[in-house]
């Protein structure tokens, strides 16, 4: 594979696999190194929304007092030799733990202190709702650089579906913030993630509009659209999502509204070719310490792994975590680009046997 | 994650009436230890070494860099233009 990146080679069928493509020579260089670290770190995984989709139970609340000791021990234990740390946030809403998220960014950002060749970069997927000016300025003290937040159309589309816990809407709060950070001059980036739904599809033209006027002449800002998906929470059986088929017209239509006037392609983030959970070095680190690989299948027995344990060891399954990097070996874009995806088809299928092939 | 031939997913042997199709996984060699730690035993000596070979210093001709680390891509490899005294404000 390296091979291929430096000789310049034609690249085999990308379509169907990543042979050959820089982007995977350079995953493979940052993403299987032991000189790089991600940590996904649920600090809370309570919420102050119920998103109508969500996939999530909010069973797990506050980040135990084990596990923060856990992260900061494990952080400990690999600063030596470590070129990247990479620490995303997500939840729950993770700014409901603040206490928990400036505790262990606190300790990390002294032991960079002492390890001038280490790249900390933090992030953070919140919805928005406590983000303001002041505490945005709290997050960057602390490395947290980047943000996404997620916004589903306008005002009264928006608070349809993201709601808050006791009912009420979202949209204003969060697109004031919005607004705030894009008047300061915070070194942030922020991804302003799209859902798209059948419902608010015919409202996307105009909300993509606003946004583009608002926001992406400011560099920080730029948008991801997504359509909204059945991830296997309880909402699986009354959402409605966009039809497959339908999918790239759509799609297509929608960035150009978004690019229209736009120089480059700056303003859309383009999705990763690699997953996160396709990599080997990569861990979510739950609010009970249990480790897994991937932030949508929460309650899945395949993404619990391992547990973190207090003196930051991570007592991890092998034979558990080996099926999320099955990309690697097969180098296929579908698995390395969502390997839970591959799991939830591989899953077994229940076969009745005849009653005289059963052992007696 | 061998699954082929009396193991379930959850690596213990297949009960009667379940039968796994078309499973691929397979991924033997590659595992990952207390710390997090990589550990690749079937990749090739000349890709390991590829992929293992730390990044490059920091270049000696770049003057932006305070090693504040808490710029997402500088530091090491990629300086942020104007890097230093503006970001370090924050840490402040």
């Given amino acids: ?37 991600h940590l996904i770190l649920l600090p809370t995984e309570h919420c102050n929304f119920r998103c109508t989709y969500c996939y999530e139970d909010f069973a797990i609340g506050r980040m135990s007092r084990s596990t923060i000791d856990g992260v900061k021990r494990l952080i400990d234990r690999r600063m030596d030799g470590l070129a990247s740390l990479a620490i995303s946030w997500f939840g729950g809403e993770p700014l409901l733990a603040m206490p928990v998220i400036e505790e262990i960014s606190q300790h990390i950002v002294a032991q960079a202190g002492t390890h001038p060749e280490l790249d900390y970069s933090g992030s953070m997927t919140t919805n928005g709702y406590f983000l303001d000016a002041p505490m945005l300025e709290r997050l960057v003290g602390l490395g947290i650089r980047s943000f996404q937040v997620s ?86 059986d009354t959402m409605m999502v966009v039809a497959a088929d339908d999918r790239d017209r759509i799609m297509d239509e929608l960035k150009n509204v978004l690019l229209q006037d736009a120089p480059d392609s700056r303003p859309l983030f383009p999705a990763p070719d690699i997953c996160y959970a396709s990599r080997p070095n990569s861990f979510v680190i739950r609010a009970n310490g249990n480790i897994g690989k991937c932030t949508v299948g929460l309650t899945d027995p395949m993404n619990n792994i391992g547990h973190l344990s207090a003196d930051g060891l991570l007592k991890i399954d092998n034979s558990l975590l080996r099926p999320w990097l099955r990309g690697w070996a097969t180098l296929d874009s579908e698995s390395l680009g969502c390997p839970y995806g591959g799991m939830l088809e591989a899953r077994p299928k229940l076969v009745q046997l005849q009653p005289a092939l059963l052992p007696q | 994650l061998r699954v082929a031939g009396g193991l379930s997913v959850k690596n213990e042997a297949i009960i009667n009436e379940e039968v796994l199709v078309n499973s691929t ?25 590829i992929i293992a070979a730390p990044k490059p210093p920091t270049p000696p001709a770049n003057t932006n860099c305070n090693h504040c680390n808490i710029v997402a891509g500088c530091g090491t490899v990629n300086m942020v233009k104007g890097c230093g005294s503006r970001i370090r404000g924050y840490l402040q």
């Fill in chain 1, 151 to 236: 916004l589903d159309g306008p005002s009264a589309m928006h608070d349809r579906t993201r709601v808050r816990a006791d009912g009420s809407g979202s949209f204003l709060r969060i697109w004031g913030n919005l607004i705030s950070i894009h008047e300061g001059s915070a070194p942030i980036s922020m991804l302003v993630r799209v859902h798209l739904t059948p419902e608010n599809l015919p409202l996307m033209p105009e909300f993509l509009t606003e946004i583009r006027k608002t926001f992406l002449h400011d560099s920080r800002f730029s948008v991801l659209l997504k359509p909204v998906e059945r991830l296997g929470g309880p909402n699986d």
């Fill in chain 2, 25 to 49: 996984f397979d991924v033997e060699g590659i595992d990952v230890d207390d710390e997090g730690r990589v550990n690749m035993a079937n990749v090739d000596p000349e890709t390991y070494s």
């Fill in chain 1, 1 to 37: 594979v390296i091979a291929a990146k430096t000789d310049n080679s034609p690249e085999p069928d990308a379509g169907r696999t990543l042979v050959g493509s820089k982007i995977l020579a350079e995953e493979m260089g940052s993403w299987l190194r032991n000189d790089s670290l």
